[in-house]
């Protein structure tokens, strides 16, 4: 009975004991559940609270804390003062032609304001090319003066070229018809005496640095690389024939020959439609070049000089010399007014003859519009030009036949 009572406390101690140690386990189980669901809780808020800071910080964040910080001082506070004369002198055009750009070649070259930032506006695209092309300056250069990135300026010299040559060359760059062809002929007879003319050729040499391919075909007689462009202009010194391109090595009579002007005029359907007796002899349109060309019936040049020209050959020649010095003029001019054209540009090749293009374009455009180059510019003008040789004296018989008639023509008159 004694071991029954005894064993039987002992169970009970035992089931009391398990009892309380369950209840422990219990109560730690629950306090580590509550201490991991309380650190879940602060851990939540204190990344809700973090998102939260982030979000407003980012809200109140300029949106320029990214760009490179730049001065456009220049551009917006120098160049608004500027008289007529000096905003001529540094952008070779007039206000009222630079206005007449920005409202042709804004709906192409224009831009629109992102979330990011503004636009560059249209006239101070069309001021940057300006500038480039008139002074033939370095990219960076240009970007620091109108405080603007370096492939802003790459861009807008390179969006000029491409909108001058789609929307401006068909206007101020047409190909002359029959009619024009009638009115250009009558300014030449009366401002320089030679009837039937149409128009001056001449080549010139514009300087570029030395292209990856075939460098030594653009190393000219002179010494320097260079690309030809090859201008018909009329009585006034405008372009109304271009083709650029050629290598400097190549000599103009061989541009001519594979230029599209010769194809055009080649057959001589365009320029005899309105033909003229001259001293006994039917004469159509004729253009007049210098001993560099080969003699046509619409091509016309002065007497090799061998020291037995007659009287005669001699007044020929100081006629014809006399009326081409246009087109010397009209390249004067051009490369006074446009820089690139004068010094050794250091664009892709493709590039500078986009440029060469547009400095015709806009040279007609300012002839017309009266925007006179300033005298000291096309004063201190060195018309850079190699030596050529004089093509012998051999040609179309017809070609001959028309000389020798404007010959007679032009001594019957003295």
Same mark, same amino acid.
């Not at 005894?6 to 089931?15: A, P, Q, S």
């Not at 062809?181 to 080549?203: N, S, Y």
């Not at 547009?358 to 030009?385: A, K, S």
């Given at each position: 009975?004694?071991?029954?009572?005894?064993?039987?406390?002992?169970?009970?101690?035992?089931?009391?004991?398990?009892?309380?140690?369950?209840?422990?386990?219990?109560?730690?189980?629950?306090?580590?559940?509550?201490?991991?669901?309380?650190?879940?809780?602060?851990?939540?808020?204190?990344?809700?609270?973090?998102?939260?800071?982030?979000?407003?910080?980012?809200?109140?964040?300029?949106?320029?804390?990214?760009?490179?910080?730049?001065?456009?001082?220049?551009?917006?506070?120098?160049?608004?003062?500027?008289?007529?004369?000096?905003?001529?002198?540094?952008?070779?055009?007039?206000?009222?032609?630079?206005?007449?750009?920005?409202?042709?070649?804004?709906?192409?070259?224009?831009?629109?304001?992102?979330?990011?930032?503004?636009?560059?506006?249209?006239?101070?695209?069309?001021?940057?090319?300006?500038?480039?092309?008139?002074?033939?300056?370095?990219?960076?250069?240009?970007?620091?003066?109108?405080?603007?990135?370096?492939?802003?300026?790459?861009?807008?010299?390179?969006?000029?070229?491409?909108?001058?040559?789609? &929307? $401006?060359?068909?206007?101020? #760059?047409?190909?002359?018809? @029959? =009619?024009?062809? /009638?009115?250009?002929?009558?300014?030449?007879?009366?401002?320089?005496?030679?009837?039937?003319?149409?128009?001056?050729?001449?080549?010139?040499?514009?300087?570029?640095?030395?292209?990856?391919?075939?460098?030594?075909?653009?190393?000219?007689?002179?010494?320097?690389?260079?690309?030809?462009?090859?201008?018909?202009?009329?009585?006034?010194?405008?372009?109304?024939?271009?083709?650029?391109?050629?290598?400097?090595?190549?000599?103009?009579?061989? &541009? $001519?020959?594979?230029?599209? #002007?010769?194809?055009?005029? @080649? =057959?001589?359907? /365009?320029?005899?439609?309105?033909?003229q007796n001259i001293a006994g002899h039917e004469i159509g349109h004729f253009l007049i070049g210098d001993p560099a060309y080969p003699l046509q019936t619409w091509l016309m040049k002065p007497f090799s000089d061998t020291?037995?020209?007659?009287?005669?050959?001699?007044?020929?020649?100081?006629?014809?010399?006399?009326?081409?010095?246009?087109?010397?003029?009209?390249?004067?001019?051009?490369?006074?007014?446009?820089?690139?054209?004068?010094?050794?540009?250091?664009?892709? #090749?493709?590039?500078?003859?986009?440029?060469?293009?547009?400095?015709?374009?806009?040279?007609?455009?300012?002839?017309?519009?009266?925007?006179?180059?300033?005298?000291?510019?096309?004063?201190?003008?060195?018309?850079?030009?190699?030596?050529?040789?004089?093509?012998?004296?051999?040609?179309?018989?017809?070609?001959?036949?028309?000389?020798?008639?404007?010959?007679?023509?032009?001594?019957?008159?003295?």
């Amino acid at each position: 009975m004694f071991l029954f009572t005894l064993f039987g406390d002992r169970r009970v101690l035992i089931l009391i004991f398990i009892n309380l140690l369950i209840k422990l386990l219990q109560l730690q189980f629950e306090g580590w559940l509550h201490v991991a669901t309380m650190n879940i809780i602060h851990t939540r808020r204190r990344l809700y609270s973090r998102r939260r800071m982030l979000r407003f910080s980012r809200q109140r964040a300029s949106p320029v804390i990214w760009t490179h910080p730049r001065t456009t001082h220049w551009w917006d506070v120098i160049v608004p003062t500027f008289n007529r004369r000096q905003f001529v002198k540094n952008f070779r055009v007039s206000p009222e032609t630079f206005d007449y750009m920005c409202r042709r070649l804004g709906p192409t070259i224009g831009r629109r304001d992102t979330n990011y930032r503004l636009c560059i506006p249209v006239h101070k695209r069309v001021g940057m090319a300006l500038w480039k092309l008139a002074t033939n300056n370095e990219y960076r250069t240009i970007s620091h003066l109108f405080g603007v990135g370096v492939s802003t300026v790459l861009n807008s010299v390179r969006d000029f070229c491409e909108a001058v040559i789609q &929307v $401006l060359l068909p206007l101020h #760059l047409p190909v002359p018809d @029959g =009619d024009k062809f /009638i009115e250009m002929a009558a300014f030449f007879k009366e401002r320089w005496g030679v009837p039937q003319c149409v128009g001056a050729i001449d080549g010139s040499h514009i300087p570029i640095i030395a292209p990856e391919d075939y460098a030594s075909d653009y190393f000219n007689r002179k010494g320097w690389h260079s690309i030809v462009l090859q201008g018909v202009v009329n009585g006034k010194g405008q372009f109304w024939d271009v083709c650029v391109g050629f290598p400097g090595s190549v000599h103009d009579a061989r &541009v $001519l020959k594979q230029s599209e #002007l010769w194809k055009r005029l @080649g =057959d001589g359907q /365009i320029l005899n439609m309105q033909k003229q007796n001259i001293a006994g002899h039917e004469i159509g349109h004729f253009l007049i070049g210098d001993p560099a060309y080969p003699l046509q019936t619409w091509l016309m040049k002065p007497f090799s000089d061998t020291g037995r020209l007659t009287q005669e050959q001699q007044r020929f020649n100081y006629k014809i010399s006399s009326a081409r010095s246009v087109v010397e003029t009209a390249f004067g001019r051009l490369k006074g007014r446009w820089r690139c054209l004068m010094k050794r540009n250091d664009c892709k #090749l493709e590039m500078v003859k986009k440029m060469v293009l547009t400095c015709c374009v806009l040279h007609n455009m300012c002839e017309d519009n009266g925007d006179r180059c300033p005298e000291d510019i096309v004063d201190t003008l060195t018309h850079m030009q190699p030596p050529l040789t004089a093509l012998p004296e051999r040609g179309q018989q017809e070609g001959a036949d028309v000389r020798a008639a404007l010959m007679r023509h032009f001594n019957a008159n003295e």
